[in-house]
């Protein structure tokens, strides 16, 4: 199942005619409010005059990152800006999970997810091409067009991996797995190996249908790959 969300836009304007005496006067007050909260701004330490906004992570992915079957403030973006805010990290993570996407659907979507104020990006995919058995190559190829598009677009990435499920055999394994391994080489990113490392295997971790986390799987993904993703950001920090 595929969930989307969609925000509706409204748009206001004045319908006063313009040159009119009402305007000239509303505009003149509104000038001398902007001046004097800006005043208020700078004085107090509010807004972005104060300082630097917060450091924008786009986490794309699948339902593992979307949060399916979990509430909001379950899902793995939520608790992860969470921990990194308890560290001292001042960070928004946007939410970039679709469920039911594969790494196509995801390169589809890539330019309009990441929009026009992403710093960074966690990027998390795959896990649906392998349970539908899909031709890694394929994959890879997908994938590869993600991370070049951020390169281009001079967005640093984490790479979270998967791992193959038993059912598919040896063979496909082979030649599934490695393909995060030589994508992070290729791009000399970071990886954390298998994003639901610590989760899958653990019923006690996981939703009814043994695929998704839990909440507390999802906390136990999030204390599995946040020395990574700490490691990470300090070496940004210093670029």
């Given at each position: 199942m595929q969930i989307l969300s969609t925000k509706a836009a409204m748009t206001?304007?004045?319908?006063?005619?313009?040159?009119?005496a009402g305007l000239a006067t509303y505009g003149l007050r509104?000038?001398?409010?902007?001046?004097f909260f800006a005043a208020l701004a700078l004085l107090f330490g509010l807004g972005e005059?104060?300082?630097?906004?917060?450091?924008?992570?786009?986490?794309?992915?699948?339902?593992?990152?979307?949060?399916?079957?979990?509430a909001a403030d379950a899902a793995f973006p939520v608790r992860l800006q969470a921990a990194?805010?308890?560290?001292?990290?001042?960070?928004?993570?946007?939410?970039g999970g679709v469920s039911g996407d594969?790494?196509?659907?995801?390169?589809?979507?890539?330019?309009?997810?990441?929009?026009?104020?992403?710093?960074?990006?966690?990027?998390?995919?795959?896990?649906n091409d392998m349970l539908r058995g899909l031709d890694p190559a394929q994959t890879a190829k997908n994938i590869d067009?993600?991370?070049?598009?951020?390169?281009?677009?001079?967005?640093?990435?984490?790479?979270?991996?998967?791992?193959?499920?038993?059912?598919?055999?040896?063979?496909?394994?082979?030649?599934?797995?490695?393909?995060?391994?030589?994508?992070?080489?290729k791009y000399d990113a970071p990886l954390y190996p298998f994003f639901l490392e610590g989760v899958a295997g653990h019923p006690d971790l996981q939703l009814p249908d043994g695929l998704h986390p839990n909440?507390?799987?999802?906390?136990?993904?999030v204390a599995g790959i946040l020395p990574a993703i700490v490691a990470w950001l300090d070496g940004l920090k210093k670029k």
């Open positions: 206001t304007r004045s319908l006063t005619p313009a040159g009119s509104l000038s001398f409010r902007q001046i005059a104060a300082g630097a906004r917060p450091l924008r992570i786009v986490a794309l992915g699948d339902s593992l990152t979307a949060g399916y079957g979990l990194l805010k308890a560290k001292g990290f001042d960070v928004e993570i946007v939410n594969t790494s196509a659907d995801l390169l589809a979507r890539l330019d309009w997810t990441l929009g026009d104020g992403a710093d960074a990006a966690i990027v998390e995919i795959g896990a067009a993600i991370l070049a598009r951020l390169r281009e677009r001079g967005i640093p990435f984490l790479i979270a991996g998967m791992r193959a499920a038993p059912n598919l055999g040896g063979p496909y394994a082979a030649s599934f797995e490695p393909l995060y391994r030589e994508l992070a080489k909440p507390r799987g999802v906390d136990a993904m």
